[in-house]
């Protein structure tokens, strides 16, 4: 699965929509303190379902949203949709977040669980915590990482983390 289009509205620091077209290879964020790096890698994250707010350096799941400024007043929403080539063709998912209704989403236009998006990329090893997205910290996190979490991260690269998702429900049931 290959990321190629990232869509960001309303989201964190991105206040007006905006488009990136991601290249195949190595991609690489720079710029100054506080323009939206880490918040570009968040948003990825969120859209691919991630759910605790901590991972996404907030007190709640509202705070993704602008929040306004001084010159600016506060969004009702935050969007980002993604567009990724996979080996079924193109998938395009969108996840929105409104203020005091939540976050839905949607994959190729129908509305989906957040357990279908979380699938979708853990089976294509791409998911929310996936190793080919490494944000501020995360070298030095594998370095200092507990065998089983060492662990973990392998098989989110290897794709087999949605077994676990799927083994943990059956239990369940
Ligand atoms: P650094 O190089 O220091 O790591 P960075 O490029 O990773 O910086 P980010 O952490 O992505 O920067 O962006 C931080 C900015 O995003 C801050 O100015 C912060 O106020 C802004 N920000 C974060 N959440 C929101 C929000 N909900 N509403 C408005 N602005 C926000
Ligand atoms: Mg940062």
Redesign the pocket.
């Given at each position: 699965m290959r990321i190629k289009k990232v869509r960001l509205a309303g989201f964190?620091?991105f206040?007006e929509p905006v488009e990136l077209l991601i290249e195949p290879g190595l991609t690489g964020v720079v710029?100054?303190?506080?323009?939206?790096?880490?918040?570009?890698l968040?948003a990825i994250r969120w859209v691919m379902g991630e759910g605790s707010p901590k991972s996404l350096?907030?007190g709640g799941m509202e705070?993704?949203?602008?929040?306004?400024?001084s010159t600016r007043p506060?969004r009702d929403f935050a969007e980002v949709s993604l567009l990724a080539e996979t080996a079924d063709g193109e998938q395009e998912v969108v996840r929105r977040i409104e203020r005091g209704a939540g976050s839905a989403y949607r994959l190729n236009g129908r509305d989906v669980r957040q357990r279908d998006v979380a699938l979708l990329f853990a089976d294509a090893a791409t998911g929310a915590h996936s190793p080919a997205l490494v944000s501020?910290g995360r070298i030095a996190a594998v370095i200092a990482a507990k065998p089983t979490e060492r662990r973990q991260m392998l098989e989110e690269a290897a794709g087999i983390a949605g077994l676990h998702v799927r083994r943990r429900e059956a239990e369940i049931k």
């Amino acid at each position: 699965m290959r990321i190629k289009k990232v869509r960001l509205a309303g989201f964190k620091s991105f206040v007006e929509p905006v488009e990136l077209l991601i290249e195949p290879g190595l991609t690489g964020v720079v710029g100054p303190n506080g323009c939206g790096k880490s918040n570009l890698l968040e948003a990825i994250r969120w859209v691919m379902g991630e759910g605790s707010p901590k991972s996404l350096r907030g007190g709640g799941m509202e705070d993704v949203i602008f929040a306004g400024t001084s010159t600016r007043p506060a969004r009702d929403f935050a969007e980002v949709s993604l567009l990724a080539e996979t080996a079924d063709g193109e998938q395009e998912v969108v996840r929105r977040i409104e203020r005091g209704a939540g976050s839905a989403y949607r994959l190729n236009g129908r509305d989906v669980r957040q357990r279908d998006v979380a699938l979708l990329f853990a089976d294509a090893a791409t998911g929310a915590h996936s190793p080919a997205l490494v944000s501020q910290g995360r070298i030095a996190a594998v370095i200092a990482a507990k065998p089983t979490e060492r662990r973990q991260m392998l098989e989110e690269a290897a794709g087999i983390a949605g077994l676990h998702v799927r083994r943990r429900e059956a239990e369940i049931k």
